[in-house]
């Protein structure tokens, strides 16, 4: 039946609806969860109780256009998976209907229907001021104009648009029921439903999604109790990031991101590889000893480093970035650029870049976000407070909490990365090790990168997924530790500080040395599995 909940789709769920009949089919049921009482949700579903205080949970209500958050659900396995996700979300957002958070990426089995490809799953949160049955038509209309038609039921699409949530509203008329019955069923639709919301309840719409589990402990106990994270990775579901023609699951292994800096000025290796035949050799000796990507910089973010100017880091970097991207042992690796210009992203990414590192999380050039959503690859978005000019004055190393600040605020860096068209499922975080940090910092981060995790996750859970690179290699703390003034001696305290990182959930570790830090990762990774092994017998 039309508008019958299915990420996978139902017969007849292309037929669009009326939308000129709309405004009289918009019936809706609020809903007042009197009786349910989530674990630190419970000031908020007090709160609203009392603004239901006059309502009904059989009272009918019409909606008159105030906006609304809403949760559409994203599913394909036909053609390019990705492609249709991206040209679905620019649609909705021409649409009337405004993306504010967006959850992971899934690859997924096929369910019901075994015999057809894999789906990409996702989902995101909106506002709208659609009603619901308008919401619905554009929808179908979306799908419509992406070339899905008629099929054998849960069969294979393009695009399949579904209303998981709409308001505080359930939703039950002759085309349309929110929340359909089989959410529940789902694991595909549960994980990026989760992704979107945090351990706290950020707003009374939320605490009512809560409430259409039927259990005390909300969404987030229904989670647990079909299984939660542990059917994430599994064969039939797996948390992906799209990088270069493919999907990268980072779970199965950590990676290895080999540094090289074509500058004159860099801490540790500033004037060595500034030639095009110097950084060809070096790139081919950190492939060749395990490196994962090349993550090519071409300005020095050193503590009180200059800033050159974007056409300057431009001539330094693109005769190299071109070199590498050619060579023969390139294929199969990933290609990084280390910049906070938009222009210089940009450029790279035309010439073989893969991915976009900035250590400023787009707060050194305004138009560095709304670029790299254009660019549509994955950003490395990093926390540092201030500039690498300013970055370790007194006012940007004061912090309380260093791991709970830090979260929040790579946490609002990611948001208004959202909001300017970037997936949460193209970002990868890091903390900025030795970028705003005195020593404690540092330690602090190495040790807490679950608490980092956690902290972010009381507000998304989605990004606090998302994979984690750790840089500490050769840093200056390491050499007040060890007593090691340069920069090159200071390789047994990064493999130390890459051991420490791997074991406490980073997925990529930025370093000078590969070829020992890559043996480091491969034993921690080693670790990790065979602590895995044990929990699951």
């Known amino acids: 039946m039309l508008g019958k909940f299915s990420t996978r789709g139902e017969d007849g769920a292309n037929a669009v609806p009326n939308l000129g009949a709309t405004p009289d089919m918009n019936i809706l049921k609020q809903l007042v969860p009197t009786k349910h009482r989530f674990s630190g949700l419970t000031k908020h579903c007090r709160a609203l109780r009392s603004s239901y205080l006059h309502s009904s949970t059989d009272a009918s209500v019409e909606v008159h256009s105030p906006e609304q958050e809403v949760v559409i659900a994203l599913g394909s396995n036909v053609g390019d998976r990705l492609d249709h996700f991206n040209n679905a979300l620019e649609l909705m957002n021409k649409l009337g209907i405004n993306i504010t958070r967006h959850a992971c990426l899934y690859e997924t089995a096929p369910a019901y229907v075994t015999d057809q490809p894999n789906f990409l799953n996702s989902a995101v949160r909106a506002v709208t001021k659609l009603g619901p049955h308008e919401l619905l038509g554009v929808l179908k209309q979306i799908e419509k104009d992406m070339g899905r038609s008629s099929g054998i039921r849960y069969g294979p699409r393009p695009i399949d648009l579904d209303i998981l949530f709409y308001g505080k509203f359930k ?82 292994r950590t990676s290895v991101m080999g540094i090289l800096n074509v500058t004159p000025d860099s801490f540790s290796d500033g004037g060595k590889f500034v030639s095009v035949e110097a950084a060809v050799t070096q790139a081919r000796l950190m492939i060749s000893e395990g490196a994962d990507m090349i993550d090519i910089g071409a300005q020095s973010t050193r503590p009180m480093a200059s800033r050159i100017s974007a056409e300057e880091e431009l001539d330094r970097l693109m005769p190299v970035l071109e070199a590498v991207a050619g060579m023969p042992e390139a294929e199969g690796k990933l290609i990084s650029v280390d910049t906070f210009y938009s222009e210089v992203a940009s450029e790279a990414v035309s010439k073989g870049a893969h991915l976009v590192n900035d250590v400023s999380a787009g707060q050194l050039d305004s138009n560095m976000l709304r670029v790299v959503a254009g660019l549509r690859v994955p950003y490395i978005a990093m926390h540092m407070r201030g500039e690498p000019h300013t970055m370790q004055n007194s006012e940007n190393l004061q912090y309380d909490d260093v791991c709970k600040q830090i979260a929040s605020e790579i946490y609002s860096r990611v948001k208004d990365a959202e909001l300017s068209g970037i997936p949460a499922w193209r970002v990868i975080v890091d903390p900025g090790i030795g970028f705003s940090k005195k020593t404690e910092h540092n330690l602090d981060i190495l040790v807490g990168l679950p608490n980092i995790r956690a902290e972010i996750a009381r507000k998304s859970f989605g990004v606090s997924h998302a994979p984690m690179l750790i840089g500490p290699s050769r840093k200056k703390f390491l050499g007040q530790i060890c007593s090691r003034i340069a920069a090159d001696e200071r390789d047994p305290a990064t493999i130390a500080c890459v051991t420490a990182g791997v074991l406490g959930g980073a997925n990529i570790v930025r370093v000078h040395n590969v070829r020992d830090n890559a043996d480091s990762v491969k034993v921690c990774d080693a670790m990790l599995k065979q602590r895995s092994t044990k929990n699951l017998s």
């Open 171 to 252: 939703v039950h008329s002759d085309i349309l029921t929110i929340p359909h019955e089989r959410i529940w069923e789902r694991p595909f639709v549960m994980a990026p439903l989760m992704d979107l919301l945090g351990s706290s309840a950020d707003c009374d719409t939320v605490t009512c999604w809560h409430s259409f589990s039927l259990l005390s402990g909300g969404l987030l106990e229904f989670w647990e109790k079909m299984g939660g994270e542990s059917l994430v990775g599994k064969e039939g579901m797996k948390r992906v990031l799209p990088i270069k023609s493919g999907l990268w699951d980072w779970s199965q």
